[in-house]
């Protein structure tokens, strides 16, 4: 299977000029929302379909997390959804590099109304999470290598999540790259042109008075990834069971579309509420990421802003998010941790056991 590199930034932005400002987790959910997925839908697929993916997960040559020694199915679903996230380190997997991109399609919220939503040819020419789930099906459907089909698998449960938080399906501007502290004089010369916030990971943010997380600072697409989640204080089971709650009508009427359909309803989740609801920035509060080595390794800290600390780095203005964007936000992040679940289920019963 041939899956192409695509750029991270659209519109003239290049992933050369953003290394620099790429943050050190991008991954869509954390860990427990990826889980969660995995756990809905393994509840409602179909007896075929369970035998089948349990067949693969034995075979599986890259069972990093030893799933297949998990005694339940629902767990051993659970640790899989995460294999994407966790092959990500270039360095010890680099049969997986390229699909870096694949978590993901960059949308631009303020794009012309007529393309405000999923285009191949404007937002995937170089591969993105739909090409990225084409690619693996078909691996999956026509590959007589089983090894290869439960990579493939793993890929497919991991993107299907993925779109399914919002700020992975958009991108916003950089409302940051023209504050004056970033043009002072001194100041080395950002990169780029501002008009990607990279799914809101340049919208730096005060999570409930934290400015810090442990790749920086605290920043909008991780409150989506894991902030609301975590902040319910459930296991990832807990929370299945609070979430698997719909009716046979419901859950039909959630299954329907297509996996364009369900990317173009992400967005507009991404463009009502993760940047909808957003309050105006505290132009008070300016933090900067600064890089320092400790025994050796580097490590992203986050600065309160001097001019000497963050000369060579994007100075931010703070979103101060707390119970009111987590009270107005958090229905729609477990509506779409049920959406995903459930879509999950229907695309791996049509895989497995499609209807006759």
Known sequence: MKVALRSVLVHSLSLTCFLAFLPARADAWGKDGHRIVARIAARHLSPKTRTAITNLIKADENDVGNCRSLPKFEDQMACISTFADEVRNKDKFPQFASNTPLHFVDIPIYAAKAQ???????????????????????????????????????????????????????????????????????????????????????????????????????????????????????????????????????????QAGSIVNWVNEALGVAISNAYGKLPARNQAKKVCEVTKVQNGQKKTECATFTPQACQASEVHYQYELADSYDQENLPAVESQLQRAGLRLARYLNNIFDPPS
């Open 116 to 254: 405000r939503h999923y285009d191949a040819k404007l937002y995937c020419k170089e591969g993105c999470v739909v090409s990225g789930i084409r690619d693996y099906t078909q691996v999956l459907r026509t590959s007589t290598d089983e090894a290869k089909r439960a990579v493939a698998l793993k890929f497919i449960v991991h993107f299907i999540g993925d779109f399914h938080q919002p700020l992975h399906t958009a991108m916003d501007r950089d409302a940051d790259f023209k504050n004056a502290e970033n043009k002072a004089a001194g100041h080395v010369k950002l990169k780029g042109d501002g008009s990607s916030d990279l799914g809101g990971n340049m919208k730096f943010v005060t999570w409930f008075g934290d400015s810090t997380s442990p790749f920086g600072c605290a920043k909008l697409h991780s409150v989506w990834d894991d902030g609301m989640i975590e902040k319910r204080g459930l296991t990832d089971v807990a929370y299945t069971d609070l979430l698997d709650n719909l009716s046979a009508a419901k859950v039909a009427g959630i």
